[in-house]
């Protein structure tokens, strides 16, 4: 934000409400705005011009009221321009907090992407080449690819440990950054809720490794704890996912528009937010996912399905889910609705280019475009693309392209 406000304005006003008292005794009186700014400009030391000044709130959740000035700032001075960034764990739970509905823009930050991964750490070319959809030119640098594919599923896509990866390739600390994130993670959920649902929490929390590690991914309740019960641990499942520490995918029955009309609410998989913080949280050291030995080999789906939904997710475009038939014998990893499609797509962790569940499917329901991940290069077949897992990025252009030629197709043939 800093960052955005040094190349877009003359000036930035950066205000941190952690611990900062001076602030709470500045929001605690009525929201009246011009006494607001004048106590702003005091603490950053200079005069905030409306519309040359960008204004940062960061910490926004540790004084709620402040969160809350922003529906008067968009009512009665809209000329100021401001940024709010916060915790959802603090924002969405914290009780008495006034939201302003409709009065602000959001904009949710994800850990980075694969291709944002490979931009930080200076490849701008293999990104270019991937754009292209090369197949011949990817297959010649797929080494390189497959490289920093292995080292993305270890750093992962949280901020400070990509940090860490480009600035001393040091994956020891890396791993150290991950392990207090986690930590803190737990130490914030004692903040915002009861005794009671923290102890639920930690404990389903710590069950996702095992879940995904089960060749069916289905959430059983019975991994938390033995005689555990969907009841005693919804209200955490629910709690984790608004604050998107973890990401609920549930089943469809059949792959129709829209497809939220046909989930199976009873029936999901649970992802954690960040491929690398799952590995830090099943304890898997550099040597096993960069060498690829067989404790890799064993968890390594998981951490791909994980990778895969991972990249997906950041797609506002896409709502996605996924199938398995009604005796459970055919399960397809993801099902994904764009604006235009449904795409089926099956996720293999090598190069292994076996579909059985999504041929199955396509079988089933007719379905012309289905998608499998690995991987093994790009290619089409009659009834199935194979994208290369350090391409999923693309995704949705491919599908959009095809969409489109297929439109001009039907116009063609009319």
């Not at 008067?72 to 959802?88: C, D, K, L, T, V």
């Not at 973890?246 to 497809?259: C, H, T």
């Not at 030995?293 to 789906?301: C, D, P, Q, T, V």
Request: negative net charge.
């Amino acid at each position: 934000m800093q960052e955005f406000g040094r190349q877009y304005y003359e000036r930035c006003a950066y205000i941190s409400m952690d611990e900062n008292e001076r602030m709470q005794e500045v929001f605690r009186e009525a929201f009246d705005i011009g006494r607001i700014i004048e106590m702003l400009e005091i603490e950053v030391g200079f005069k905030i011009n409306p519309e040359k000044t960008l204004i940062i709130f960061d910490e926004v959740q540790e004084i709620p009221r402040a969160l809350k000035s922003l529906k008067y700032f968009q009512e009665y001075a809209p000329q100021y321009h401001i940024i709010a960034a916060g915790s959802f764990l603090g924002i969405a739970l914290h009780e008495g907090t006034s939201f302003p509905v409709g009065k602000v823009d959001f904009c949710n930050l994800y850990p980075l992407t694969f291709r944002e991964f490979l931009l930080a750490c200076g490849e701008e070319k293999l990104l270019e080449i991937l754009d292209r959809n090369d197949p011949d030119i990817m297959q010649a640098f797929k080494t390189k690819y497959t490289d920093y594919l292995k080292y993305y599923y270890y750093v992962g896509g949280m901020p400070e440990a990509v940090s860490e990866f480009i600035t001393n390739r040091d994956l020891k600390r890396v791993r150290e950054i991950q392990n207090k994130l986690l930590y803190a993670y737990e130490n914030d959920l004692s903040k915002h809720t009861t005794k009671e649902i923290v102890t639920r929490i930690r404990m389903l929390w710590n069950s996702i490794p095992a879940q995904l590690a089960k060749e069916n991914k289905k959430f059983i309740y019975g991994l938390i704890r033995e005689g555990a019960r969907a009841r005693e641990y919804e209200a955490a499942i629910t709690w984790l996912t608004d604050v998107g520490l973890v990401y609920r995918i549930s089943r469809v029955k059949k792959p129709d528009f829209p497809l939220r009309a046909y989930q199976d609410f009873s029936a999901f998989k649970l992802f954690v937010v960040d491929v690398g913080l799952l590995g830090a949280m099943c304890r898997l050291n550099a040597r096993t996912i960069l060498e690829g030995n067989r404790l890799f080999e064993e968890f390594k789906g998981s951490l791909t399905e994980q990778y895969v939904l991972q990249q997906l997710i950041v797609n506002s475009e896409n709502d996605i889910f996924y199938w398995s038939s009604e005796n459970a014998t055919s399960e397809l990893d993801f099902l994904i609705q764009t604006d235009d499609c449904i795409v089926p797509l099956e996720v293999k962790a090598e190069e292994n280019l076996q579909a059985k569940s999504l041929k199955v499917f396509v079988q089933k329901y007719g379905v012309r475009d289905a998608v499998r991940v690995s991987m093994s290069g790009f290619r089409e077949q009659d009834w199935v693309t194979n994208l290369p897992l350090y391409n999923i990025g693309n995704l949705n252009r491919y599908f959009n392209e095809k969409y489109n030629n297929h439109l001009k197709e039907r116009h063609h043939e009319s």
